[in-house]
């Protein structure tokens, strides 16, 4: 399984059978096996999640297909917008939180609902089971009302619970250090709900360093957390 950060929360996996690219809006994709289907996520509608620029990936020869969050519906002004054709609108799938679909053979893709826009996706595939959060996570603000801080821990942990000791060969979540030490919070709880075997940060603004911060307060999970220090660094994990 070879990982390429593009940059933010945007992730390319390749694997024997297919490949994966998560939420990419900025960085240039490396050159792809022609002839290996990849399917393209877009997890939500924000700016530094989904650029509509991955459409044109369809254009390549190869088998694509996107899997969209439920607020990147296709309206008519969008296909408009984005210069969608017919054939790559046939390749689009909106999904929700609670969906489930098999976009190629011997893939499963599960949504789950996330406590910002969009969804989560769990992906299976080659044996391989992958996560990417989108921005499903414990969004504890300084100065926020506290019943709100309490309404979204409840949120994220419900929308979490489908995940409750799956193994997961790797998870990629955000470790945000716009919410200093609180942005631990929706992380850790991940590494401690499910069996994540390895786990990407993401969402870190470029600050690669809270990676850092992170695993001095939590040194068990120096084994499982890969630090991420540059744009188009590349994982080679077994």
Known sequence: MRVTFMAHSGFLIELEEVCLLFDLWKGTLPELPAQKPLLVFASHR????????????????????????RDLRLTDRRRERWGLSH?????????????SAAPLPGVRVEAFLSTDEGVAFLVTAGGRTIYHAGDLNWWHWAGED?????????????????????????????LDPRLDEDGFLGFRYLLDLACVERALPMHQWGDFTFTQRFLAAYPQYRETVIPISREGQVFDLP
């Not at 924000?46 to 969050?69: A, E, Y």
């Not at 790559?88 to 939180?97: P, S």
């Not at 709100?148 to 821990?153: D, I, Q, S, T």
């Open 146 to 174: 506290p019943a709100w801080n309490r309404n979204m821990e409840v949120d994220f942990k419900r929308f979490c619970e489908p995940l409750r000791g799956r193994t997961l060969q790797l998870a990629m979540a955000p």
């Open 46 to 69: 924000h700016q530094d999640h989904f650029s509509p620029d991955i459409f044109s990936l369809d254009q390549s020869g190869r088998t694509v297909r996107f899997l969209l969050g």
């Open 87 to 99: 054939d790559t609108e046939a390749h689009c799938l909106v999904m929700r939180g609670g969906d």
